[in-house]
């Protein structure tokens, strides 16, 4: 008798009902089943050793193998009788094989590239760490997909981008909550990165790309004129008890004078002084720029600038002005057809 027989014999004994007896002078099979002398076991009347063969498990469905170890059909041995899965063997009891999506993450690759061990599947994350990107850097563990950082935290793992920008959802250098990365310069707060611009060295109406950059009491303010959307400056906070500031009035600091309503390039909302009737690129111009018609003052093709004669400059850029509130220290508001600001 082969080795394995008696294993075979238990096997056939399982698998077709057999509930042989060993007697005296052999295995006293039931009706309906012979013992084949060639195998050394019961099986069914209907099969011989030929159409068993070498099988210790006298064959198997057609989604299971032969387990010749244990004389068990079994779904899987290695990763070969999963097609495109993978067999995650059970080294205790082979029954417990079975064929999975994955069994560690070396079986996954590509945007599905980790294993989920809970489930066997390949995902594209389970924790925070699995995603690799600045862009998508924190883990939905209910899609188990990689998506956008909603927290520091979440990017704390990348030394040059540790910061989360919540509204882009990106991993950057520096954000207006958090511009530790930048020293005593200031951060770009729209793009994200660190400047070389030094902090508070910013005056009123000079381009800005944080609030930090603008002198104590100013904040960077976006703006608008015409319907036109402009580069952010510096601005008086109405609220600014700072030497030279508005102290709560706008016509403190004429010619910002107009109150307004704003959130600033770091996110703070508050009221800022700004000027009524013109532009800060034609508040610099003002008696400081030869022209020859009003397109040469202020932004190229607003109507923020005027080109009048001075009796002392000639044709130089002036200020628009509708009161003398508009205009800065020294000068008033002429009653010409069209106002500007002239001296006293």
Do not use: K
């Not at 294993?7 to 309906?32: I, K, N, Q, R, Y």
């Not at 990017?155 to 511009?179: I, K, L, M, N, Q």
């Not at 601005?235 to 109150?259: H, I, K, Q, V």
């Amino acid at each position: 008798m082969t080795p394995w027989a008696p294993v075979l014999w238990l096997g056939l004994s399982l698998m077709f009902g057999c509930d042989c007896e060993v007697g005296p002078s052999g295995p006293e099979c039931p009706a309906g089943y012979v013992y084949l002398e060639d195998g050394g076991f019961c099986a069914s009347a209907d099969m011989s050793v030929d159409d068993l063969g070498s099988d210790p498990c006298g064959g198997c469905g057609t989604d299971q193998i032969c387990d010749s170890d244990s004389g068990s059909c079994v779904t899987c041995l290695g990763d070969g009788d999963c097609g495109d899965d993978v067999c995650l063997v059970d080294d205790a009891d082979s029954a417990n094989n079975e064929c999975v999506g994955c069994a560690d993450s070396e079986d996954c690759s590509g945007a599905l590239g980790v294993c989920d061990e809970e489930s066997n599947e390949c995902v594209g994350c389970v924790m925070d760490s699995d995603c690799t990107e600045a862009d998508a850097s924190a883990c939905n563990t209910d899609t188990n997909m990689c998506e956008g950082c909603s927290s520091d935290s979440q990017c704390a793992r990348f030394p040059d981008t540790p910061a989360c920008d919540e509204e882009g959802g990106s991993c950057v250098e520096c954000t207006a909550d958090d511009e530790t990365e930048c020293g005593s310069n200031v951060c770009d707060v729209r793009a994200g990165t660190c400047t070389d611009i030094g902090e508070r060295s910013a005056g009123l109406c000079v381009e800005c790309v944080s609030d930090r950059q603008c002198g104590v009491g100013r904040v960077c303010a976006p703006r608008e004129f015409d319907g036109t959307d402009l580069p952010a400056v510096c601005l008086w906070r109405r609220d600014s008890m700072e030497a030279g500031g508005p102290d709560g009035l706008c016509g403190n600091t004429r010619p910002y004078s107009e109150g307004r309503e704003t959130t600033t390039v770091s996110g703070a909302s508050v009221t800022v002084c700004d000027l009524r009737v013109t532009t800060c690129e034609a508040f610099v111009d003002a008696l400081s720029e030869f022209c020859s018609d009003d397109s040469d003052c202020g932004v190229a093709g607003l109507d923020d600038g005027l080109c009048r004669a001075n009796p002392d400059l000639g044709m130089v850029c002036h200020l628009p002005c509708g009161g003398s509130f508009d205009c800065n220290g020294g000068l008033v508001c002429n009653t010409a057809s069209t106002s500007y600001c002239v001296t006293d």
